[in-house]
């Protein structure tokens, strides 16, 4: 691989942790304000994070090209309501879409096409990852941030099944 194609890479697992930092930080936000649902979500987007860093490790060790693990930064995680906390949510995908973007540009002009067809996956996984967000916004949007509303959408975050069986369908 050439060798800006690997610091890239890299450096996208560095922010794939610091996502799953991010998310796990505000589980426990969440925890603390008695949301055990959206603290739920929140872990397993944990997860997930973890896994999407995963994905670019295996990625590197299979075309025989070095692994570098950086410094994960201290999380961001305040917030003043479960809304706040998705407009958070969505505006940190963003971020990570532009960052996939940009990666599958500078895969393209190296012509990588083996980057290229794993970024294919990301830019799909993105995609999804920003319309869960900007659902949780409009529901909480509606239900506001506290009463019976809230406490039903908590229950029905909570349902989501768990990252490792997602990743298994
Ligand atoms: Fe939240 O997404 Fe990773 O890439």
């Known amino acids: 691989m050439k060798e800006a194609l ?13 996502s799953a930092y991010l998310y796990l930080a505000m589980s426990a936000r969440m925890e603390e304000r008695n949301l055990p649902g959206l603290a739920r979500w929140l872990k397993i ?9 995963m994905k670019f490790y295996d990625f590197l060790i299979q075309r025989d090209a070095h692994v570098s693990l950086k410094a994960i930064a201290q999380p961001e995680a305040t917030f003043d309501s479960p809304l706040e906390a998705f407009r958070m949510v969505l505006e940190h995908e963003r971020h990570i879409t532009s960052r996939i973007w940009e990666l599958s540009e500078l895969a393209a002009d190296e012509s990588d096409y083996a980057l290229q067809s794993l970024l294919k996956w990301f830019v799909d996984e993105q995609v999804e ?28 975050m909570g349902a989501r099944t768990d990252a490792g069986q997602a990743a298994a369908e």
């Open 6 to 18: 690997v610091t890239a890479v890299n450096d996208q697992i560095n922010a794939e942790l610091e």
């Open 129 to 156: 990852e920003e319309d869960n967000a900007r659902a949780a916004i409009d529901a909480l949007s509606l239900v506001g941030d506290s009463g019976p509303g809230l406490f039903l959408f908590d229950r029905e």
């Open 45 to 53: 987007q944990w997860e997930e994070e973890i896994a999407h860093a």
